[in-house]
């Protein structure tokens, strides 16, 4: 895994490292960069095998970092979070071979991606459940046609990279799909890309 924390000496007089992202200015937001610092020197412990709490590619994918003036430029942390959800990815990916054997781990995957598509191959309007009218959800409209893509993948092969699933995005709307069910699946559809990669 790359090095992210390079040595900046400032605060105390004394060195503090920090990650080599580009910082917002002005009225702009990103990251908060102590959290993202953390973040970092976590998961390169837990990488490396220092760490009495190891981390996953699925707790990668799911960090989250409040959004501060002056903070890290939100582009740059995710596109890194990217390289080292696949790091581990493809240690687990390793592991699960390792336990299962290539016909198991095959199989697994397989069996996985058979359940994110027929979820996802439901009738429009009808892929997940639905929020109340008086909560918001996401756009039913934006998710079924991200789920058609989805789909297409899957069965034929057509071109999604994983990047393009991990910045899916919907606009909410009253009545929408709920969205822990959305975001499960999108993960699945990661975890398999993940795999097969």
Not at 27 to 51: H, T
Not at 85 to 96: C, S, V
């Amino acid at each position: 895994m790359t090095d992210l924390r390079p040595t900046d000496t400032a605060g105390e007089g004394h060195a503090r490292p920090r990650a080599a992202f580009p910082v917002t200015r002005g009225r702009e937001k990103g990251y908060d960069r102590d959290a993202v610092d953390d973040f970092l020197l976590r998961a390169r412990e837990s990488f490396e095998g220092r760490s009495a709490e190891p981390l996953t590619s699925w707790d990668v994918r799911h960090a989250a970092f409040a959004l501060v003036r002056g903070g890290y430029a939100i582009d740059a942390v995710d596109s890194a979070l990217g390289r080292i959800e696949d790091a581990f990815a493809a240690r687990e990916r390793e592991a699960e071979v390792g336990r299962l054997g290539a016909a198991g781990w095959v199989g697994r995957t397989r069996e996985l991606a058979q359940e994110v598509l027929d979820r996802l191959s439901r009738p429009p309007g009808r892929r997940f459940d639905r929020v109340s009218v008086l909560r918001f959800g996401y756009r039913v409209d934006e998710v079924d046609l991200v789920a058609d893509r989805i789909c297409r993948y899957l069965e034929s092969g057509q071109t999604v990279t994983v990047e393009q699933v991990r910045a899916v995005a919907f606009r909410m709307q009253r009545g929408g799909y709920r969205e822990q069910q959305v975001d499960a699946v999108l993960d699945s559809v990661v975890e398999v890309m993940l795999a097969v990669s």
